[in-house]
């Protein structure tokens, strides 16, 4: 199957991020052909400055690369790196009725939070259905907010492919169905707006320190601990299987350990689980060269399929 998923870059990658997004992509790699892009012209939509938008970019390149995209498997570009999905952009605009965008969830939320209206934001569901189209994507793999999103792609789709015949290939979505929400250390949803987050790169000290500030019950030491809505205990078994997970519940109720000890174990199951990926990350940030080979590689390889399907896009239209 070919599948595409579209990174936005938006700062530091925390562990709801790897459980949630992240790992499930690096394992999708495995049996389908994957394209994966950095959606640098989709975080235009919400970026303040240069700066930062180019060091989200890269953060998030190198960050991917580490945790296991394996550029041997994976098609891994930088959106603007291939221009070309800007021409299908406008291309699809004509075959997107403006009733459409304006029933947009994403677009009406933003509104609604008090992001400007600007046509970036009001047509970003057109770029994406670019994005999608232009590599004749079968599944796109998305959070329940982007499911809209993929509908209103087979819409654009079918509305050209009526009009002009079968060029484009209509995508369906995948939703991860028994994927958890993680919880931050405040039991909300773990995200980086809540300042409820544990970041995935962090150095051993600091890792702790904010292991340390997980809110739990305050059951005195010598007590047995209730696992059962425990955050700390919701964290940790991410990283453990059925049968470490039942020792954990055994270490919760014979109380002789407190939550201390938990926090501390949590801790190492981080740093355990991330010692391969911090040591990739490293190679990585002191061979940006490579990453840049990279990036530009997989540029090149989604060219090509965009060139293809480009010609027969002008071709079927008139252009
Ligand atoms: P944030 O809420 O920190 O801004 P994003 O919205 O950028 O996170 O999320 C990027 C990806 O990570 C999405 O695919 C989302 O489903 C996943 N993700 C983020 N937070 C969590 C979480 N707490 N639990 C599970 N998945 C998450
Ligand atoms: N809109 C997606 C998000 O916010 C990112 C994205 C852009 C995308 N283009 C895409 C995802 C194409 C999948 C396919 O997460």
Same mark, same amino acid.
């Given at each position: 199957?070919?599948?595409?998923?579209?990174?936005?870059?938006?700062?530091?990658?925390?562990?709801?991020?790897?459980?949630?997004?992240?790992?499930?992509?690096?394992?999708? !790699?495995?049996?389908?052909?994957?394209?994966?892009?950095?959606?640098?012209?989709?975080?235009?939509?919400?970026?303040?400055?240069?700066?930062?938008?180019?060091?989200?970019?890269?953060?998030?390149?190198?960050?991917?690369?580490?945790?296991?995209?394996?550029?041997?498997?994976?098609?891994?570009?930088?959106?603007?790196?291939?221009?070309?999905?800007? %021409?299908?952009?406008?291309?699809?605009?004509?075959?997107?009725?403006?009733?459409?965008?304006?029933?947009?969830?994403?677009?009406?939320?933003?509104?609604?939070?008090?992001?400007?209206?600007?046509?970036?934001?009001?047509?970003?569901?057109?770029?994406?259905?670019?994005?999608?189209?232009?590599?004749?994507?079968?599944?796109?793999?998305?959070?329940?907010?982007?499911?809209?999103?993929?509908?209103?792609?087979?819409?654009?789709?079918?509305?050209?492919?009526?009009?002009?015949?079968?060029?484009?290939?209509?995508?369906?979505?995948?939703?991860?169905?028994?994927?958890?929400?993680?919880?931050?250390?405040?039991?909300?949803?773990?995200?980086?707006?809540?300042?409820?987050?544990?970041?995935?790169?962090?150095?051993?000290?600091?890792? !702790?320190?904010?292991?340390?500030?997980?809110?739990?019950?305050?059951?005195?030491?010598?007590?047995?601990?209730?696992?059962?809505?425990?955050?700390?205990?919701?964290?940790?078994?991410?990283?453990?299987?059925?049968?470490?997970? !039942?020792?954990?519940?055994?270490?919760?109720?014979?109380?002789?350990?407190?939550?201390?000890?938990?926090?501390?174990?949590?801790?190492?199951?981080?740093?355990?689980?991330?010692?391969?990926?911090?040591?990739?990350?490293?190679?990585?940030?002191?061979?940006?060269? %490579?990453?840049?080979?990279?990036?530009?590689?997989?540029?090149?390889?989604?060219?090509?399929?965009?060139?293809?399907?480009?010609?027969?896009?002008?071709?079927?239209?008139?252009?």
């Amino acid at each position: 199957m070919r599948v595409l998923t579209g990174i936005q870059a938006s700062g530091k990658l925390h562990i709801g991020n790897y459980f949630g997004a992240m790992k499930p992509m690096v394992k999708l !790699q495995e049996e389908n052909e994957l394209f994966t892009f950095i959606a640098n012209y989709h975080s235009l939509t919400t970026s303040k400055d240069a700066k930062t938008l180019k060091q989200y970019t890269i953060d998030a390149a190198v960050d991917y690369l580490s945790i296991g995209i394996d550029p041997t498997k994976t098609t891994f570009w930088v959106q603007s790196h291939v221009p070309e999905v800007l %021409e299908l952009y406008w291309i699809l605009s004509k075959f997107t009725p403006m009733g459409l965008l304006e029933r947009g969830h994403s677009y009406k939320d933003k509104v609604a939070n008090g992001i400007s209206a600007n046509h970036a934001l009001f047509s970003y569901p057109v770029l994406m259905a670019a994005d999608i189209l232009m590599l004749d994507t079968q599944i796109v793999p998305v959070g329940k907010d982007q499911i809209q999103h993929v509908e209103m792609t087979r819409d654009i789709a079918t509305k050209f492919n009526n009009e002009y015949g079968d060029i484009f290939v209509l995508p369906e979505h995948r939703v991860e169905a028994d994927l958890a929400t993680i919880p931050g250390i405040d039991g909300r949803k773990m995200s980086k707006s809540y300042d409820n987050a544990i970041d995935l790169f962090m150095d051993e000290k600091p890792l !702790q320190k904010r292991c340390n500030k997980i809110i739990s019950s305050s059951t005195p030491l010598g007590e047995a601990l209730a696992w059962e809505d425990d955050n700390i205990y919701a964290l940790a078994s991410l990283f453990l299987d059925e049968t470490q997970k !039942q020792e954990l519940q055994v270490r919760y109720q014979s109380g002789l350990e407190g939550y201390g000890h938990f926090k501390k174990y949590l801790k190492e199951l981080i740093w355990e689980e991330l010692g391969e990926a911090r040591e990739k990350r490293a190679y990585y940030l002191s061979h940006m060269d %490579e990453v840049n080979d990279i990036l530009a590689h997989g540029a090149t390889k989604a060219s090509k399929v965009a060139q293809a399907k480009m010609s027969k896009v002008r071709e079927a239209i008139g252009l």
